[in-house]
């Protein structure tokens, strides 16, 4: 039994990008080791008195949890002395971090440390969200460099912190999946060439805010739950509250995650999903998977960004969903 740990996959697959750098690869492993650490604080969380709420509330006016703060601290110090990064975008800080120039990197890391935070104190997925950039402006790093379409990334992925520990990543050559051994501290290969199965099983909304939501996203859902064998409907409805639970679900087994706009918080009219810490990242490793990502009216890989903790609604999943969605959309 051959036994693939995710340094050795990353290696094998700059040898297939041809002749590179390897900073990718060594930034790639530097989120790997970050990760382990996270994870161990995560499965130590109601031991060591960092589970609950820090009493602050972030740039998103969401109460910050202190694993938020751990996730956030760890990642920004780690990869900002990695030599491999210009810029940090943090869906916890107002501001990027711009590397000091004489250590600074040629990529842009963009991430939500710690998704899902608030199903931390029920035990519930959390996740680590990471989207990777090139640099592109010609002198030292500027915001600007964290806000690129998503159609530009070079790399992203996500660890969900559930019944095991798994990164998932891509780098354009397909998603891979690499669940934690604990016993020897390696992430070892368990998922290759992710794609999301043709049949789509789940559909992933908070129908809490139905009473909100546009008339394209009702219509939408209520497709979802009418009786036809034929399509295998009523989909099957799960919903984590956390995205990268969701995803990863739908993307192995066949679904549609949906965080729609909808009018119950004049702040959240765009949606609550960040699009460079989370919508980006997903959208790009959708993609990869066959599937596909959209406001309803737009590609989120094709949009250009205008402000670093921009809002968007999202859908994404097997590509005939959101297919329909946007037919919805444009009838709508
Ligand atoms: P709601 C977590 O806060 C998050 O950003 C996503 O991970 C998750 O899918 C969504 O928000 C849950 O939001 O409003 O349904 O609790």
Redo the contacts with the bound molecule.
């Keep these: 039994m051959t036994l693939t740990t995710i340094e050795r996959h990353i290696i094998d697959e700059e040898r297939r990008h041809g002749p590179t750098s390897g900073t990718l690869t060594n930034l790639l492993h530097d989120i790997a080791v970050a990760a382990k650490v996270i994870s161990r604080e995560v499965r130590r969380a109601g031991l060591n008195d960092i589970i609950g709420a820090t009493g602050d509330v972030n740039v998103q006016g ?1 109460v910050v949890q202190k694993l938020d703060i751990y996730a956030n601290d760890l990642l920004s110090g780690y990869l900002s002395h990695s030599g491999r990064v210009c810029a940090i975008g943090s869906e916890e800080d107002p501001e990027p971090l711009l590397v000091e120039p004489s250590r600074a990197g040629k990529y842009v890391v963009n991430m939500d440390p710690l ?4 199903n931390i104190a029920v035990n519930a997925s959390i996740g680590t969200i990471f989207s990777i950039l090139p640099k592109k402006s010609t002198g030292n790093a500027t915001a600007a460099d964290c806000m690129q379409a998503g159609r530009h990334q070079v790399a992203a992925g996500y660890v969900m912190y559930g019944s095991s520990t798994v990164l998932v990543y891509s780098t354009g050559l397909g998603v891979y999946g690499f669940t934690l051994d604990p016993t020897v501290g390696e992430f070892v290969l368990s998922h290759t060439k992710i794609r999301y199965p043709q049949r789509c099983k789940f559909y992933s909304v ?1 129908e809490g ?1 139905s009473a909100y939501w546009d008339t394209n996203t009702r219509r939408y859902v209520d497709w979802c739950k009418q009786i036809d064998p034929d399509t295998h409907r009523p989909y099957g409805h799960r ?1 984590i ?4 639970a ?1 995803f990863h679900r739908n993307m192995l087994e066949g679904g549609v995650f949906l ?1 729609p706009k909808d009018n119950k918080d004049a702040g959240m009219s765009h949606g ?2 960040r699009l460079l810490f ?1 919508a980006n990242p997903m959208a790009y490793l959708a993609d990869q998977a066959g599937g596909a990502a959209t406001t309803g009216t737009e590609r989120i890989l094709e949009i250009e960004p205008t402000d670093l903790h921009q809002r968007v609604p999202v859908v994404v999943g097997n590509t005939a969903e959101v297919e329909r969605y946007e037919r919805f959309s444009r009838e709508s």
């Design positions: 969401e998704d899902g935070s608030g908070n805010n919903y509250g956390a995205m990268v969701d965080y609550k999903l989370e």
